[in-house]
């Protein structure tokens, strides 16, 4: 049973460093639909659109829902709790994600950071309004499949699929300009938001010269200059096993362990001034004081191995105010 849950561990840890994180932006029309979809093949990745998520709200949200969920009446925060619960998911971890259509503004973007969701690499597809409008009049969508084609340049092979195509009315030259002018309003905006990790590219190329540009990029690393130092908080009622985990992690990526219990024991042994004050506290068999804790744990994690290695910690924290002081405490909050 440990073996299980330290091999679903380090997978949890290999992927999350390896796995795509990709946000798709673009006006209308722009392509940035088809383009998702063969990366994601490639990639094999998580493709998520808001539309798509709606369908399948977490019993937990229903709830904080209006009487008619769209798109468009469901508030940025709750946005946002939606996505997290859908990112927590297994696959996403492990194979990463997708994103299309979401954010379409600012506070939508604020409002995903806020949670930590932060992706990789952040794809601007561009374009004048001019071609975007000229593209959207011959668009066509698989009724079925909801696969999306044009009659110009992307003509399906398939006879069925040609009788299955349909125009839809958002994709007018009226509603067009709309669309477009709702765009540009809010794009600067998430722009913003992303600066250091986003890429624009030129949407009026062909496919396949827009698809090998964006591979290309979302394909590489973002570089940077930090170290990466695991910093791991592991949960579980007693008997669980964390210890036992924590040591094959320990063991696996050379990271020290910080068992609190055992660092209240140390100061208390080398009677450290903080150890003298919670004495008292261990030997009436009482809760140490948040502040001593914290104060310990401060000086435990700013020490030379835990800043260079990492660190797995076990037996804290225990409450919602502790796992709040040590996620505020800059530097110290858990990666994972």
């Not at 798109?71 to 997290?84: D, G, K, P, R, T």
């Not at 827009?210 to 170290?227: E, I």
């Amino acid at each position: 049973m440990v073996s299980e849950i330290f091999s679903f561990f380090a997978n949890l840890l290999y992927f999350s460093f390896i796995a795509p994180k990709i946000i798709f932006l673009g006006p209308p029309a722009s392509g940035r639909h088809t383009i998702a979809k063969m990366l994601q093949k490639k990639l094999n990745a998580i493709l998520i659109e808001p539309e798509e998520l709606l369908r399948d709200i977490p019993s937990k949200l229903k709830d904080k829902l209006p009487v008619n969920p769209t798109v468009n009446n469901i508030s940025s925060a709750l946005w946002a709790q939606i996505y997290e619960e859908r990112l927590k998911d297994f696959d996403c971890i492990r194979r990463g994600w997708i994103l299309v259509d979401f954010p379409m503004n600012r506070e939508q973007t604020l409002a995903l950071q806020a949670k930590g969701i932060c992706p990789r690499h952040v794809v601007c597809l561009e374009a004048p309004d001019t071609v975007m409008i000229e593209r959207a009049a011959g668009k066509r969508i698989d009724s079925k499949t909801k696969d999306i084609y044009h009659i110009t340049w992307n003509i399906p092979n398939s006879r069925d699929v040609q009788e299955r195509l349909i125009q839809l009315e958002e994709n007018s030259e009226k509603i067009m300009g709309l669309r477009l002018k709702e765009y540009r309003r809010n794009i600067d905006g998430i722009k913003d938001c992303f600066k250091s990790i986003l890429r624009s590219f030129n949407a009026d190329q062909p496919l396949n010269d827009v698809y090998s540009q964006v591979y290309a990029y979302t394909s590489k690393k973002p570089r940077s200059v930090a170290p990466r130092t695991p910093r791991i908080v592991i949960l579980g009622p007693t008997g669980s096993g964390r210890k036992t985990v924590a040591m094959q992690v320990s063991r696996k990526y050379d990271i020290p362990i910080v068992s609190i219990p055992t660092l209240i024991k140390q100061q208390i042994v080398n009677k450290t001034p903080a150890g003298i004050s919670m004495k008292p506290y261990v030997s009436r068999e009482s809760l140490v004081p948040d502040s001593l804790l914290m104060q310990i744990i401060r000086d435990r994690l700013s020490q030379k191995d835990c800043v260079t290695k990492g660190w797995v910690m076990i037996g804290f924290p225990r409450t919602r105010e502790q796992a709040e002081s040590l996620a505020r405490t800059p530097g110290l909050a858990p990666s994972r």
